[in-house]
């Protein structure tokens, strides 16, 4: 995986919330947009779904509700997003160290895959509940029934309501969609780093425009293994408690029996024009923070 380079999961865990910040600020419209497709009810007879597809969801969005309507449900993933992806960058960060003999040893890619796993479990206690409050601010712009104030609102009336288990439902679709593809996207990463590294430069030297191809590509190799755990994640945090006693699975049987395998695959549009420039944004966060730190620590 190219030379060895010496692992801080410390400055990880910094850069990684302003990598955090990044992906958000240019993510989120598109997370909307993907959010109302896979929670939309399935079409009445002789009547059409509200939405068409990505570009007609954010149609619709933008004249109901302004530019504005895109980032709905942005407050609680912002506040969130510095501890969120400092932590998966931490993660990521000892999931190498704990694999390294010595500082300088290189990972193999599949050391690397190990370490990206780590980095989506450390990833998932914050980011569960995080998804639920946003998905349910989201799925309340898109109908227009006012149910919560706020992410605030929305905290104290679902823990009211069902408690802990209620602000964490969800948590265990997160830890599916979220622990195989955080493997597969730092995989793709650092092996798309050495790959666009020009011959006879440093990896650490890698310029800003293919810092931003590798990391949007990372983020939809990402994103094609997560989205069936996204898409039941989203059908079942934005549902009301009773409405599936067996969990996910009765999520599963019934869109795959309602709307057919493909419907395991809705927003996929959506989630594909997001993935690119919100993780290439995120991962040159990172890289120019951890360049920066660097920076800062051989000042004379």
Not at 66 to 84: E, N, Q
Not at 96 to 104: M, S
Not at 152 to 161: A, N, T
Not at 222 to 236: C, E, G, Q, T, Y
């Amino acid at each position: 995986m190219g030379k060895a380079q010496r692992v801080s999961p410390l400055r990880n865990l910094l850069a990684g919330g302003v990598g955090g910040v990044c992906l958000i600020v240019a993510g989120h419209p598109m997370d909307t947009i993907k959010v109302r497709l896979q929670t939309q009810p399935k079409a009445l007879p002789g009547r059409a779904l509200l939405y068409q597809g990505a570009i007609d969801c954010l149609r619709k969005t933008v004249a109901n509700e302004g530019l504005l309507g895109l980032y709905k449900g942005m407050g609680t993933p912002i506040l969130a997003s510095i501890p969120v992806t400092a932590i998966m960058f931490f993660g990521y960060g000892l999931g190498k160290k704990l694999q390294q003999k010595h500082p300088e040893e290189p990972l193999s890619r599949a050391q690397v895959f190990r370490a990206g796993m780590v980095a989506g479990v450390c990833s998932t206690l914050i980011l569960s509940p995080v998804e639920r409050i946003k998905c349910l601010l989201q799925i309340q712009a898109g109908s227009g029934e006012r149910l919560y104030a706020g992410p605030s609102d929305c905290i104290k009336q679902v823990y009211k309501r069902s408690g802990l288990v209620g602000i964490y439902k969800g948590t265990v679709l997160t830890f599916l969609r979220d622990v195989p593809a955080s493997g597969v996207c730092f995989l793709s990463y650092e092996w798309l780093k050495d790959v666009l590294t020009p011959k006879g430069e440093s990896v650490g030297e890698l310029s800003t425009p293919r810092i931003l191809v590798a990391g949007g590509l990372a983020g939809v190799l990402n994103w094609m293994v997560a989205i069936p755990a996204d898409v039941l994640k989203s059908r079942f945090q934005t549902a009301p408690d009773a409405m599936y006693p067996n969990g996910f699975r009765d999520v599963f049987r019934e869109l795959v029996r309602e709307e057919g395998i493909g419907s395991l695959y809705k927003g996929f549009s959506a989630v594909m024009l997001r993935a690119f420039p919100a993780n290439a944004a995120c991962f040159l966060g990172f890289e120019l923070s951890m360049r920066f730190m660097d920076w800062l620590s051989v000042r004379p």
